[in-house]
């Protein structure tokens, strides 16, 4: 299977700490993105790095990735209640994309 | 723009019923994909369609499972005869092959299988 693993797989900060999460891969990408899910919602991506990337930055979020280590990190500074959801990082290699097992994310006011 | 429609949201069944899924993808978008998401599993890839044309249908469970795309606004999931395991959110998303690498995601159907 070609699907990602996020870790850990909940998580559970104060307000303002900063949140990291890690995704592991198996296979050779073309890219590798990251979803965010509120509970009872469909999956919203917010970035995407290409694998000849080794780091992007969008707002608050700042992606690594390593394609040695098949891993990859998604960085949310400055956490805010509203960041409360589930990450996916997805996988593709072209026409499909495979999501791992998502992390579940708590930002406690 | 409405972004991806599925419908119904909720879906209550028996065992044994046939449940339709329905989609109308993004306008112009080229690419829809069925997912299915349950808290075991994770979110499984069923089938992808490029310009309304099935490609992979490796991950569809079983033969009681079928998918069309008649045309580039609408696809429907079936399931014939439905069994309480099929209980799950069943997602369809949308991406325009060329132009967005990323998907765009319905809100999904949330099916319960008595």
């Known amino acids: 299977s070609q699907q990602g693993e996020e870790d850990p797989q909940a998580l559970s900060i104060q307000e303002g700490e900063n949140a990291t999460m890690n995704c592991s891969y198996k296979t050779s990408i073309n890219n590798l993105q990251w979803y965010r899910q509120n509970s009872g919602r469909g999956l919203v991506h917010l970035i995407l790095i290409r694998s000849n990337e080794r780091e992007k930055h969008s707002g608050r979020l700042r992606v690594t990735l390593d394609t040695s280590k098949k891993s990859s990190s998604l960085l949310i500074t400055a956490s805010r209640a509203a960041d409360t959801a589930s990450y996916f990082c997805a996988t593709s290699t072209g026409n499909q994309f495979y999501f791992g097992t998502g992390t579940s994310l708590t930002v406690i006011p | 723009d409405a972004g991806v429609i599925q419908s119904p949201r909720h879906e209550v069944t028996e065992m044994g019923q046939e449940v339709t899924l329905r989609c109308k993808p993004i306008s112009g978008h080229n690419s829809l994909f069925w997912y299915r998401q349950t808290m075991m599993r994770g979110l499984e890839l069923l089938i992808y369609?490029?310009?309304?044309?099935?490609?992979?249908d490796s991950g569809m469970p079983e033969d009681r499972f079928s998918a069309k795309m008649p045309n580039a606004s609408f696809s429907t999931l079936k399931i014939q005869p439905s069994e309480p395991r099929d209980s799950a959110v069943y997602f369809c998303?949308?991406?325009?092959?060329?132009?967005?690498?990323?998907?765009?995601f319905g809100s999904g159907t949330q099916l319960s299988v008595l």
């Open positions: 998303a949308s991406r325009h092959r060329r132009l967005n690498e990323k998907l765009f």
């Open positions: 369609f490029n310009n309304n044309v099935p490609i992979d």
